[in-house]
């Protein structure tokens, strides 16, 4: 499925703010509106790109559900729309994901569409089938795939899956120590972030005040 890419309509980029979006709508539109250039009809189709940019991007659900598209249309060719219709069907999308990201560079990964993507594939209706399935060793296999595609994401984008992965445990006991196991790990590298931060910063006062005072 083919879309638009609005960031580059607009000229900002993905991770843009809502005043950037405002600030770079205003100054596009300005420049293309219709009124500005009189019988354009390029300008005049122009100025509808950005507004229908300016609006998908200004409403956080909107942008949240296009990113995702946009990413998942990027990265694997094609978007998440057609229906699971088999426990088999959904651990066919998991294993796409999983290869996917076997061979990116973590850091450029967006987080909010890798979230967005896993949770679409953890949606109450494919929940229902999975667990309507009765296979167990494949819903196994579909925790395992999700845990490792949540590898690279932050904790804070984890609480929502992890629960969904958890009801997808049930009352296995292997499966629910693994993840315990994985959560336990995605808190202490959390943790460990966000003190590397605060030694980063009393490293670098440190250094700032060891070079004042050999210049004095």
Aim: charged share 25%.
């Amino acid at each position: 499925m083919d879309i638009k890419d609005y960031y580059k309509i607009l000229g900002i980029a993905p991770t843009a703010s809502v005043n950037d979006i405002k600030k770079a709508y205003r100054k596009m539109a300005m420049k293309h509106h219709p009124d500005t250039n009189p019988g354009d009809i390029a300008t005049e189709t122009m100025f509808l790109e950005i507004k229908e940019a300016y609006d998908v991007l200004i409403d956080p659900t909107q942008r949240e559900e296009y990113n995702y598209k946009r990413w998942y249309n990027r990265t694997i060719g094609k978007d998440f729309v057609q229906q699971a219709h088999t426990a088999h069907d959904i651990l066919n999308e998991c294993k796409k994901l999983t290869n996917y990201l076997s061979g990116v560079n973590h850091f450029q990964i967006e987080y909010d569409a890798l979230s967005h993507h896993i949770k679409n594939i953890l949606s109450d209706i494919n929940m229902n089938i999975l667990q309507q399935s009765g296979e167990n060793l494949l819903i196994n296999q579909v925790i395992k795939l999700l845990l490792h595609a949540c590898d690279p994401l932050p904790y804070k984008y984890q609480p929502v899956i992890i629960e969904r992965l958890q009801q997808l445990a049930g009352d296995d006991r292997e499966m629910k120590e693994r993840i315990e196991l994985h959560i336990k790990h995605q808190q202490q590298r959390a943790l460990f972030e966000k003190y590397k931060i605060a030694g980063v910063i009393i490293v670098t006062l440190v250094i700032c005040l060891i070079i004042y005072l050999s210049s004095k």
